[in-house]
């Protein structure tokens, strides 16, 4: 038995769907059903009845799921356990945060704060390769903060009873080309017009699911010949003159200033996001409350620039904003110098 078949069967007793959870786990719906029905066989008993729609636990998995609940909370509690004997945990601070962000953002906030509060120690969880699986990083205790992109499509599924967050700033993601020799896009990206050639984030990363909506809304032929969930993967291959891609601003300022790079369409194709820090509600560590009041000196009123996106149908803003108003925890005083670790 393997702890991965339990976090499968949790997944999938949420979504009850194999499609959804095989998205959230960032692997094939084939292989997760696969995983399943190993855990299946191992115990003997059938967890879901897959004859209904949606699927649904059978009695032997609504009997079975609190107890893996309670394997999977012990042993990553052992986990942490063993890591506070090789570091001073409670002075540790721990981030999930999307792979763009942790090169483009998250240092220039580390400078700010320590700016405030001295110096930091901080540490990043292992990256998943999904925007679920880092959200789901925070959601199952493994870090102190995630940081991460948002849009009112694209939101973390976060329980506001549980969570909340603060907005940091906002990011544009623009299509970007290689210039031919006038300077115009290599690789133009006009609606209607021949197929673009695509360079793809697949279908599990954040801009993943805000340009699929995109793409839904102004329907264009598309033929996409890359895919890689991470940005600068993404812009390499921009570099490369392989196609055209959606690009976080920040990370091809440069490229754009000078010239090595172009948008490829107009500013009606560029696509809005916002930057948030979220945190459990449950009072922390001393490190957590001195940093997350600190801050509050980067907290900006939510404000994105209008592009095509409209909130999908049915979702909802799970964890609400945090103000220095509304926070009912009262942050003790920063120490002149401290340490301070990440998960």
Known sequence: MELKWLEDVLSLSTTLSFSRSARERNITQSALSRRVKQLEEWLGLPLFDRSSYPICLTEAGRTFLPRAQEILKQVRGARLEMRQLHEDASETLTFATLNTLSLTYFPGLIRRIEDRLGPLKTRFCDQRASFDGNVGLLNHGECDFLLTYAHPAVLPELDAERFLYRHLGTEQAIPVSIPDGRGEPLHPFRSGEAPVRLLSYGNCSFFARRLALLFAERPTPL?????????????????????????????????????????????????????????????????????????????????????????????????????????????????????????
């Open 223 to 343: 033929v996409t010949v890359y895919e890689n969930p991470m940005s600068v993967g993404l812009k390499a291959m921009v570099l490369a003159g392989r196609g055209v891609a959606w690009v976080p601003e920040s990370l091809v300022g440069e490229e754009l200033r000078n010239g090595q790079l172009v948008p490829a369409a107009d500013p009606s194709w560029y696509i809005a996001a916002e930057i948030r820090l979220y945190r459990a509600r449950q009072q922390g560590r001393p490190a957590v409350e001195q940093f997350w009041a600190a801050a509050l000196g980067d907290s900006q009123p939510p404000s994105l620039p209008d592009d095509s996106a409209r909130p999908a149908s049915g979702r909802r803003d799970y964890a609400r904003p945090a103000s220095a108003g509304s926070d009912s925890r009262k942050p003790r005083s920063a120490a002149a110098s401290m340490s301070v670790s990440r998960a």
